[in-house]
């Protein structure tokens, strides 16, 4: 279903002599640019009645209206799948994602993902762009991830993570034994070859910058605690890699599993066996979209990673 928004804004003086979308952008913040400017096009955003174009310039005294139609992007069907909602009202859902479940329906995956989950768990998220999802978790990455529930949420939330106000922080267990932490300030972009993958280029590349500090040593591996400022696609994956240190049970920049010399059956079966990057969205900060208070959600490692990380305990001992 579709539903229409109503809104009116006054063109004060200091706005007089500029551009509609700028001004429009100011007046109504709630809405992208992109969105407003559509809306001009479309004559669903108005000037005292008149139709009028995105760059024809103001006067002080003239009225904004926005009566727009929000159809449905639904192009998914709902799908009854278990989510582990963690906190939800009004504005946004943060739930605990699973590892294996896919983000958003791709190539191979036109069903099953937590885009299908979401749309059966609430219904009005049919009106929001991707179902209200801000960013994403790899498939095989578990953890924390916040949906916008609102067009003025989700424009809120995409402001914090474009302003990388937005604090996320993760845990992962690597190959290697790290002597201390540090940061990893590498652009990352396609691999220009194997295009399923990422890699830190020289050229080309977008501004990716990753923090860690050690959690624990063991005999082999290092657990550790990432947090980003930004967001590229498998950014922690592949900075871990960048500097020698893969995340364990990483197909795509890990390789094969990496066995120790005189490691016993229990921790070789161990590594063989986990079947996913050991990596799991722990802590989750951002700005409240409508109260603008600073609210936090933690969620604990899942049993896999706990199961892992108490067979090095005992297996592979620093």
């Not at 192009?75 to 739930?95: G, Q, S, T, Y």
Request: glycine share 6%; charged share 25%; net charge neutral.
């Amino acid at each position: 279903m579709a539903e229409i928004i109503e809104f009116e804004a006054l063109v004060s003086e200091p706005f007089r002599g500029q551009r509609l979308d700028q001004v429009a952008a100011q007046l109504f913040p709630d809405y992208s640019r992109s969105r407003l400017q559509a809306w001009i096009k479309s004559g669903e955003l108005t000037v005292d009645g008149k139709l009028m174009k995105p760059r024809d310039k103001l006067s002080s005294g003239e009225t904004l209206r926005i009566v727009a139609e929000v159809e449905d992007e639904q192009r998914w069907e709902p799908e009854d799948i278990a989510l582990e909602v963690i906190f939800e009202d009004e504005a946004i859902i943060v739930l605990n994602k699973p590892a294996g479940l896919v983000v958003h329906p791709a190539a191979g995956h036109a069903s099953g993902t937590l885009l299908n989950g979401l749309l059966s768990h609430c219904p009005d998220l049919a009106s929001m762009p991707r179902a209200g999802i801000v960013h994403r978790l790899d498939k095989d990455t578990s953890g924390l991830m916040v949906v916008a529930k609102t067009l003025a949420a989700q424009n809120h939330l995409v402001s914090q993570l474009q302003a990388r106000s937005v604090s996320r922080e993760y845990e992962a267990i690597c190959f290697g034994v790290m002597t201390g932490g540090g940061t990893v300030d590498k652009p990352i972009g396609r691999h220009p070859r194997q295009r399923k993958k990422m890699a830190v280029l020289a050229q080309g590349g977008k501004e990716a910058i990753t923090h860690y500090r050690l959690i624990k040593r063991f005999g082999s591996h290092t657990h550790i605690r990432c947090q980003l400022e930004t967001g590229r696609t498998h950014q922690i994956r592949v900075h871990m890699a960048q500097i020698k240190y893969p995340l364990l049970g990483d197909p795509l920049y890990a390789g094969r599993p990496r066995i120790p010399k005189a490691a016993s059956q229990l921790l070789i079966d161990t590594l063989r066996s986990f079947g996913r990057q050991a990596l799991h969205a722990r802590r989750l900060s951002l700005v409240h979209p409508f109260s603008a208070e600073e609210v936090s959600w933690e969620a604990a490692l899942p049993e896999d990673m706990l199961q892992l990380l108490s067979v090095l305990d005992s297996e592979d001992p620093a």
